[in-house]
Every structure is written in C-alpha cells, then in structure tokens.
C-alpha cells in the first residue's frame, strides 16, 4: 500500500489513500498545488494514465479560475465585486450565475436568522481582518454597523435585480470557497481539492471507499483531532487558529458575528458535511457564529451533519459534541 498522500490545509488534512490492492494496478495520483481566492490550494486526481490525470488537474484549476474571476473581492474587476460599487439605489442585472449565487445568499442569510449576513464587509474593514488587524474605536465599529445588514439589500430573484439601500459591502470569505467548489464538479472523478479549510471529494480512489480526511485539533492545525473516511460531498471546517489577529496582546477572533458587530465568541471549531460546497462553506461558518449550544439544536432541527470541537482549560484532550446526522454519517469517527 502506497504512504498516505498528507496535503496540509487551514483546518484540514487530507489523507487520501488508495485502500485496499485491487485486482489491476493502481494509477499514482497525481497532485498539484496554485494561489486563487486568496489561499492556497491542493488538487489531487486519479485516471488511467497520467496525462490524463495532468488534463483533469487542468480541468480543475480551469474552472476556479473562472470562479475567482468572477466572484473574488480580493479584485476589483470582478463582476462579484461590482455588486459592492453599485451606487446605492440604483438597481443592478445580474448575470443567471450571479443570480442563483445571491438567491442562495439571500436564503441562508433568513434561514439562519442572520449568523451567516455576506454584508460583512465593513465589519471586516473596521477591524483590519485582510490586514494584520485593529481593534476599531467605538464610533468606527458603529459607523460599520450601520452599514451591516442583509435587510439593507433589495433582491428580486424573479427579475435577477439587485439594489441596496445602504453602501453595504459583500464579503465572500464565508462563501466563495464553497461556491467555486460547485462548479467543480462539472469535472469528472475522482479527484479531491483542498482549499485550505474545506474539502471536496468526487469519486473515491481507486480501490477504496473513501478520501481519508483528519480533522485538525482547534488549538494545532498540525495535529490531527479525529479522522474521518469521505466519499462524497464536502467538509467545511470553521475556527480560529492561525487566522486569528492579535493586537495589542488581545486576540482578535477572524470570524464575525453579524448580528452583534463583533467577532463570535466562540473559541473552538465546527466541521460540516454536506453533499454542496456552497451549502457547508456558509453553515460551517453560521454554526461558528452560533457557538454548541445554539448551533446544535439549531442543526439538529434541520438534519445538518456538524460536529464542534472545543479545547477544556485544565483538562487533556478535547471536548466533542456532534449532531445525530454527523454521528449517522461517520459512526466510527473517533473523537467525535
């Protein structure tokens, strides 16, 4: 059996192994790495040859080009980052992508009661979070809210049109991965992209069930907390770690809870299995901003796989708590 392929991420290690020697010989995967949306990426791919391999590799880093074309606010030219120089009322057409993206936004945003809001983006301004990070003054992180809220934004699905009531600015970090995960998989498998933090799987290797992927430990990326066997779909991890901004001595948590104005509270991390990378990319990050409590009853009401890892001041190892769905699909994931 081959070493594991050991791909390092944010919150994330993927593990993918071939399984079990089949009856023909197993192909070597094939991996390669590339900076788009603002992390780095890993990209594995198994076929018949390896030049077949190297073109669904292509294939791949085709399509999240494309995606970071459109949907990056880390460029100005984006047809994303229009939505956010769109002069306050003023109506905006958006393209049919577009649209279904804002759709599922817009759905989120209500289905969540606001844990999940992509009009974040003048809370992440305000305390410096695409820097190294400041602590706003009590009139900036006001002058901010103000400018937060989905309510401030008018979308009719219907006619595809956007217009905002206020200068509020759209932040992709809680869902542009997961959206330009989708579109991959328009590519056939099996393959597995890491994009620091979330995973997708299409296709198992060759002669297994499944990718293997560890979980990190909340306090250590490097240390894996549990493992899990994935087969499809995609796992979306949320937490501080390394993402998070000390200033001043204070750490200055990385994610926000829009409700409140001010980075959530909770200081562990949640995973979340969904067969959609839009759907995990944003819960991951909802279910964070909620914390155990909220998040699990929440989650539990709609079937939504999900586990929470927290470290116990004064006590080794740490402390797990799943939904009945994440404890149905992984039942032998030990340590969760």
């Not at 994330?12 to 009856?23: C, I, K, R």
């Not at 909340?218 to 499809?232: K, Y």
């Amino acid at each position: 059996m081959r070493a594991p392929l050991r791909v390092s991420a944010v919150l994330l290690l993927a593990l993918g192994d071939a399984g079990p020697v089949a009856a023909q010989p197993i192909p070597d995967p094939v991996s390669r790495q590339v900076y788009l949306m603002g992390t780095r990426i890993s990209l594995t791919a198994y076929a018949v040859d390896r030049a077949s391999a190297l073109d669904r590799l292509a294939a791949l880093v085709a399509s999240l080009e494309a995606s970071e074309a459109e949907l990056s606010t880390w460029r100005s030219d984006t047809p994303f980052n229009a939505l956010n120089h769109q002069p306050v009322g003023l109506p905006l057409n958006l393209s049919p992508s577009l649209c279904r993206l804002v759709e599922a936004l817009d759905h989120w945003q209500r289905e969540t009661g606001g844990a999940f809001d992509p009009t974040v983006g003048t809370l992440v301004a305000a305390y410096g979070l695409r820097g190294e990070g400041r602590l706003p003054t009590a009139a900036e992180l006001a002058a901010a809210q103000r400018r937060t809220g989905w309510r401030y934004v008018d979308f009719a699905p219907r006619h595809c049109r956007f217009l905002k009531r206020r200068a509020v600015i759209l932040e992709e970090g809680g869902f542009g991965k997961g959206a330009a995960l989708d579109r991959l998989l328009l590519v056939d498998g099996p393959w597995l992209v890491d994009m620091g933090g979330q995973i997708m799987v299409n296709g198992a290797p060759p002669g297994a069930t499944g990718w293997r992927v560890a979980v990190a430990r909340p306090d250590d990326r490097t240390q894996a907390a549990f493992e899990i066997r994935l087969g499809s779909g995609t796992i979306s991890t949320s937490g501080g770690s390394e993402r998070d901004r000390v200033v001043g001595g204070r750490r200055v948590p990385h994610i926000l809870d829009p409700r409140s104005g001010r980075p959530a509270k909770f200081g562990g991390s949640v995973s979340v299995w969904h067969e959609r990378g839009l759907a995990a990319d944003i819960l991951s990050t909802a279910l964070f901003v909620m914390g155990p409590e909220e998040g699990l009853r929440w989650a539990d009401a709609r079937d939504i796989a999900a586990c929470y890892l927290q470290v116990d001041p004064g006590r080794p190892g740490l402390s797990a708590q799943a939904t009945t769905s994440w404890r149905r699909l992984f039942p032998g994931a030990v340590g969760c």
